[in-house]
């Protein structure tokens, strides 16, 4: 199963920042939050990862809480083609393989 | 730069058949793994491949076959295609070390008829 939860869909305005939750309770001390994303009919898309401190990258910035059991995804200024389905994922970096959930569908809307 | 293919991108068969789909990596990841993708599951791991020779299982291996004879191909068989095997499916590599980060392909679209 995956070790996130996150909300099954969230509306943002364009150009308004899009702030997406992900509550990672069970998260270990060595184990990374990553995001990815899946725009439609495409593979996904790896967008910005994180192990303590906060992170920021050309796509995305990603807030982690001190405690680390929830993270936020940040796009600052949304556009049309970032809607997609968004997900969470903890893992450690050495691990053979993630688990993804269902993720966050986002839509943008004009 | 061609990354990471997979063919075929469209696929019709029948119950029964066997079928085969690609992937193909240009970067010698060790890594590379194969997920499925139907409405209501998300993606889901079938198989997956530390390096050549290297295969394990993933959350939904039954009816799929795997092998990795060369660190740059992944194929994945269905032995004898059931309709419920209908799905997108997604083949993906990554670095031996580091960060989880994984690539993947642009998905094959099965249909079992």
């Known amino acids: 199963d995956a070790k996130t939860t996150q909300p099954p869909s969230m509306d943002c305005a364009e150009g308004r920042a899009a702030n997406l939750p992900c509550n990672h309770s069970?998260?270990?001390?060595?184990?990374?939050v990553y995001w990815y994303r899946q725009i439609h009919s495409q593979g996904p898309q790896y967008i910005i990862h994180?192990?303590?401190n906060n992170e920021t990258n050309e796509m995305a910035s990603l807030i982690i809480t001190e405690d680390r059991k929830s993270s936020t995804l940040i796009l600052p200024h949304a556009t049309l083609r970032d809607t997609a389905v968004y997900y969470c994922i903890v893992g450690r970096g050495r691990d053979d393989k993630i688990i993804f959930g269902k993720g966050t569908r986002l839509h943008i809307l004009p | 730069d061609a990354g990471i293919t997979q063919s075929p991108r469209y696929k019709i068969t029948e119950t029964g058949r066997q079928v085969t789909l690609m992937c193909h990596q240009t970067?010698?990841?060790?890594?590379m793994f194969w997920y499925r993708q139907d409405l209501g599951h998300g993606l889901r791991l079938i198989y997956y491949?530390?390096?050549?020779?290297?295969?394990d299982k993933g959350e939904v291996p039954d009816g799929y076959v795997v092998s990795r004879s060369k660190t740059e191909n992944f194929p994945l068989t269905l032995e004898s295609a059931t309709r419920s095997q209908t799905s997108v499916y997604f083949c993906?590599?990554?670095?031996?070390?580091?960060?989880?980060?994984?690539?993947f392909g642009p998905g094959t679209r099965l249909l079992v008829l």
């Open positions: 491949s530390a390096a050549a020779d290297i295969t």
């Open positions: 069970t998260i270990s001390g060595n184990e990374y």
């Open positions: 993906a590599s990554r670095q031996t070390s580091g960060a989880e980060t994984q690539y």
């Open positions: 970067w010698s990841h060790s890594y």
């Open positions: 994180g192990l303590k």
